[in-house]
T-cell receptor, first 114, second 112 residues
């Protein structure tokens, strides 16, 4: 089954404790992206990747890091989480962005930073 | 800059129609529409590429006015299953092929 998976689905952590949220897709998509969703603000892009070893900042990259060493995986790293990073995070992938291609979203990771 | 969606929320009775608008300050290459049910991931509805293009999906259709940098989503004869938050995602011509920027969402509630 074609899907985007994220782990963990729920995470409670404390300020400053490094964490990684994993994202994996099995559709051989080149484009992957991370979004955060906050009430009233919709989906805001954090980072995106056009292909392996190619990543770029989205609209709200501060406090986040990503890597794309393999095509299928695109982990999101919070080196020193802060309470303002409490949010719902979605990973998404598509063959490429825009055009006729839809983005497939993962199930989301709800993060609470205390 | 995020596209602006209006209205922010709308309540309908089953069978009624609704229009959701999405406006951008940038020249657009494409507009995407997604629906998100509470607690779930956004799900693709449709993509519009050309100015003036209209697409349909069951009783949900959309138009794209390239000149006005706007898109509208039309929901006709609404059903209970249409409830959720609708997002437009825009790909502007400057960043075509790079980024999709989403609006703040329109919350739709359909009541029996």
């Amino acid at each position: 089954e074609a899907q985007v998976t994220q782990n963990p689905r729920y995470l409670i952590t404390v300020t400053g404790k490094k964490l990684t949220v994993t994202c994996s897709q099995n559709m051989n998509h080149e484009y992957m992206s991370w979004y955060r969703q906050d009430p009233g603000l919709g989906l805001r892009q954090i980072y995106y990747s056009m292909n392996v070893e190619v990543t770029d900042k989205g609209d709200v990259p501060e406090g986040y890091k990503v890597s794309r060493k393999e095509k299928r995986n695109f982990p999101l790293i919070l080196e020193s989480p802060s309470p303002n990073q409490t949010s719902l995070y979605f990973c998404a992938s598509s063959l490429y962005v825009g055009g006729q291609e839809t983005q497939y979203f993962g199930p989301g990771t709800r993060l609470l930073v205390l | 800059q995020q596209p602006v969606q209006s209205p922010q929320a709308v309540i309908l009775r089953e069978g009624e129609d609704a229009v959701i608008n999405c406006s951008s300050s940038k020249a657009l290459y494409s507009v995407h529409w997604y629906r998100q049910k509470h607690g779930e991931a956004p799900v693709f509805l449709m993509i519009l590429l050309k100015g003036g293009e209209q697409k349909g999906h069951e009783k949900i259709s959309a138009s794209f006015n390239e000149k006005k940098q706007q898109s509208s989503l039309y929901l006709t004869a609404s059903q209970l299953s249409y409830s959720g938050t609708y997002f437009c995602g825009t790909e502007d011509k400057q960043n075509a092929g790079n980024m999709l920027t989403f609006g703040g969402g329109t919350r739709l509630m359909v009541k029996p």
